[in-house]
């Protein structure tokens, strides 16, 4: 059975809210669903994305893997930086403290807002 980590669409036309679902592929798009991740409002200016991050570094270890734009999305809020961190650890490449503080590194310059720009 192959895993996917995918989005669900709920809401209304042209007013879509979507679902970050754990699915088997051969499932239908809306319908049943192993395990609910977060949530993804694309309607929301910056968009809004809710994750239980532990639950999806759990699946991706597991060998679920996201579709396109839920890997995007992955990648934006930093967990597929987390995961491969925690791959890093797990060779003995790097500490624990090191992961974490790598990590921490890239969300504060993520967060950081940009100066003007130099010509």
């Known amino acids: 059975m192959a895993v996917k980590i995918r989005l669900a669409k709920k ?11 754990v699915a088997d592929q051969r499932a239908p798009r809306d319908g049943r669903f192993i ?3 977060g949530n ?26 996201p579709t396109n734009t839920v890997k995007n999305i ?5 967990i597929l930086l987390k995961r491969h961190l925690q791959i890093g650890v797990k060779k003995g490449a790097i500490t624990q403290e090191e992961a974490d503080k ?4 890239w969300k504060e310059s993520k967060t950081q807002k940009p100066g003007k720009f130099k010509a």
């Open 11 to 21: 809401g209304r036309k042209k007013l879509a809210l979507y679902d970050i679902v």
């Open 74 to 78: 992955l990648s934006s809020q930093g």
């Open 40 to 65: 993804y409002n694309p309607n929301t200016n910056p968009s809004t994305v809710v994750l239980h991050e532990d639950k999806v570094i759990q699946w991706l270890f597991n060998g679920a893997q």
């Open 35 to 37: 395990e609910k991740l």
């Open 102 to 105: 790598r990590f921490l590194v």
